[in-house]
């Protein structure tokens, strides 16, 4: 089973403040992750992936993503926050080894940057 | 270059309506798919399909029937709703597992308001 949690339903940072949003995932073998954004009234735009190779990820609008192995983690981060980037958050993993194309997501966290 | 198309965006039921929510993509994925998406409750998928006439349930299969009987189309049928499926329903899709290190691609989502 796999499967994906993001502790933090908000995060609030000042504009121009690093952004860090966490995510922690299972997987039975080796994971696919992948950070999407929601704004309102919309679907979901995908940001960044891991397949991999580099644990360092760097994905559209300034966002970077790293995946830690060992603490089965894929933190997104931004070094300079934008009010733009005020919006719905998931992460989503996909187990590579079964022979399906499902992603389970986080129940995603909510961002705020104040100007 | 429309990807993910679904319709309607906007829908309210009255308690006991039956009602299809339409997804079309023109994408040539093999892989689609629904999820429910509920506050707090990140996106739960309700049924998925990896080709023409092949589909299998999710997490939250119970009061939905899907078919795929072309590539393009992946319709979602409430077969009698109930209040408690009001929610913002999303249609995704992929390539194959093959060619499956892509994200899903979103449509635009409907709401459902069952009353």
């Known amino acids: 089973a796999q499967s994906v949690a993001q502790p933090e339903d908000q995060v609030n940072v000042a504009e121009g403040n690093p952004l860090t949003v966490k995510c922690t995932y299972s997987?039975?073998?080796?994971?696919?992750l992948f950070w999407y954004v929601q704004y309102p009234n919309r679907g979901l735009q995908f940001l960044l992936k891991y397949i991999t190779g580099d644990n360092l990820v760097k994905g559209s609008y300034g966002f970077e993503a790293e995946f830690n192995k060992s603490q089965t983690s894929f933190h997104l981060k931004k070094p300079s926050a934008l009010v733009s980037d005020s919006a719905l958050y998931f992460c989503?993993?996909?187990?590579?080894?079964?022979?399906?194309?499902?992603?389970?997501f986080g129940a995603g966290t909510t961002v705020t940057v104040r100007a | 270059n429309a990807g993910v198309t679904q319709t309607p965006k906007f829908q309210v039921l009255k308690t006991g309506q039956s009602m299809t929510l339409q997804c079309a993509q023109d994408m040539n994925h093999e892989y689609m798919s629904w999820y429910r998406q509920d506050p707090g409750m990140g996106l739960r998928l309700i049924h998925y399909s990896v080709g023409a006439g092949i589909t299998d349930q999710g997490e939250v299969p119970n009061g939905y029937n899907v078919s795929r009987s072309t590539t393009e189309d992946f319709p979602l049928r409430l077969l009698s709703a109930a209040p408690s499926q009001t929610s913002v329903y999303f249609c995704a899709s992929s390539y194959s597992w093959v060619r499956g290190r892509e994200g899903y691609t979103f449509g635009s989502g409907t709401r459902l308001t069952v009353v």
């Open positions: 989503a993993v996909r187990d590579m080894e079964p022979n399906d194309y499902k992603l389970s």
């Open positions: 997987v039975s073998g080796n994971p696919y």
